[in-house]
């Protein structure tokens, strides 16, 4: 059976250290093609945002480099103790707390910044309606997540059905839930290529019980190419 990963304890476990995402942020050293990170990144930076909330931001990267380069003031929340010191290591203002449940005034934010972590909200509603909440008249979302097809080699590798199909917030469904909350809403895709070898395969495998089949994956012949397939969705409110 597939784990559901909008559930509130397995985003707990899951994220209760950097491990995980650590070994899986590893597939992608090797790529090609178009950089879903940057797209995200320009997608903020054209709208030249004065104060910026990141939900879900992990270890930070992005909130970094906008507090860096763009100078602007970025708040970021997350519901992990553990991303939540990593990030106040890196001196980014960082608060352990959930999305559904946004400790801000109405309005607060020109952009609000939301990276491969929609489809872990139990209420995906609840949460896209405190983030319209907390942006400004024609402030701007940037939620990142990706398509069914994305990594498929490594599925098929598994022999499983792609875990893509059952999330709330892909590429594919994406958009119809935004448009519930937002005036306009426009796409990129970025699309490309990894290269994993046997030990990048084995950890990936080993952050995820639904593939928990391919920590014993190998002797490989040749590393794995996987295709990769991401979307910044790009939405604003009226
Ligand atoms: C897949 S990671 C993405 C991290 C980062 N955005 C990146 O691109 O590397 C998902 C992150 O969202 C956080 N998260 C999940 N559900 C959340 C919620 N309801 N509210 C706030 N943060 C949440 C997790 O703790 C984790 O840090």
Redesign the pocket.
Same mark, same amino acid.
């Given at each position: 059976m597939t784990q559901r990963i909008d559930e509130?304890g397995f985003? #707990?476990a899951?994220?209760e250290s950097e491990d995980n @995402?650590r070994a #899986?942020?590893a597939a992608y050293v090797n790529a090609e093609g178009d950089d879903p #990170?940057e797209f995200a990144f320009e997608a903020v930076a054209e709208v030249a945002p004065q104060r910026v909330l990141?939900?879900?931001?992990?270890?930070?990267?992005?909130a970094e480099r906008i507090r860096g380069e763009l100078g602007a003031e970025v708040i970021a929340?997350?519901?992990?103790e553990r991303?939540v010191e990593i990030q106040r290591s890196k001196g980014i203002d960082a608060r352990v707390?959930?999305?559904?449940t946004l400790p801000f005034a109405d309005g607060e934010f020109d952009v609000v @910044?939301?990276?491969?972590?929609l489809y872990?909200?139990?209420d995906l509603d609840r949460?896209l309606a405190e983030i319209a909440r907390v942006l400004k008249p024609s402030g701007r979302l940037v939620a990142?997540t990706n398509a069914i097809d994305h990594l498929q080699e490594l599925w098929d590798l598994a022999g499983r059905v792609t875990a893509l199909q059952k999330f709330t917030f892909r590429s594919e469904n994406g958009e119809e839930s935004l448009r519930r909350h937002f005036a306009s809403v426009t796409r990129r895709e970025a699309h490309g290529w990894a290269t994993m070898d046997e030990e990048a395969v084995r950890r990936f495998g080993a952050s995820w019980a639904d593939l928990a089949s391919l920590v014993t994956a190998g002797p490989f012949a040749e590393p794995l190419r996987v295709r990769r397939h991401s979307t910044i969705f790009v939405a604003e409110t009226a």
């Open positions: 509130a985003v #707990r899951q994220y @995402l #899986r942020k #990170r990141e939900v879900g931001g992990g270890e930070g990267e992005l929340m997350d519901q992990s991303m707390g959930d999305v559904q @910044l939301a990276a491969w972590m872990h909200v139990p949460g990142v």
